[in-house]
């Protein structure tokens, strides 16, 4: 009897610790643009605000019809620290949800590098899944502590990109004459933005 419930303890604890050691479900959500298609996982268990209200646009087809409007690069990053990426979202410059709480990098412990996909924003707080921005290469200037920003908060990060790097490079390489409302902005607004057709859960 005592051997009976040694095997059943063991199996019981074999089975907790597979679940203990499960990978959280990370939803995926496509995004068809006309340049080619985008998949991003989605960090909610790291980035539950962020992921979530980016999530909220998804579900609720904001960004369809919406697209990619800004592309930095070396040559057109006026502070010359290198910057590269793409940023994305509404295009009627209508934000559709409340500003988000701001997540930290430190937090989320997702920094700024390659496919990794954070909010936007002015003053931290001020963001929301409205405007989001696709990093290529190392940006970790954008993180906590990096010297982007005078406020030193960095930017929430919230998801990776896990295919269509080569989507996200072309469109990066696009010309970008188009109307600017700022000196930071000028030489980097799309001259024609590419559109997201749609974007929903994989």
Known sequence: MSKYFAFVSLTLLALVLMACSKPPHRPVVMMETTQGNIEIEVYIDKAPISGGDFLTYVDNKFYNDQG???VVRPDNDPLEMGMSLIQGGRLDSEPLTDP???ELTTETGLSNKEGVVSIARLE????SAAYFFINIGNNDFLDYGGKRNPDGQGYATFGKVVKGMDVIRKIQALEAQGLSGDN?????????????IQAYRM
Do not use: E
């Open 124 to 127: 931290p707080g001020s963001g």
């Open 184 to 196: 930071v902005t000028t030489g980097q607004i799309l001259t024609k933005p590419v559109k997201i």
């Open 68 to 70: 990619f409007y800004r």
């Open 100 to 102: 988000i709480a701001h």
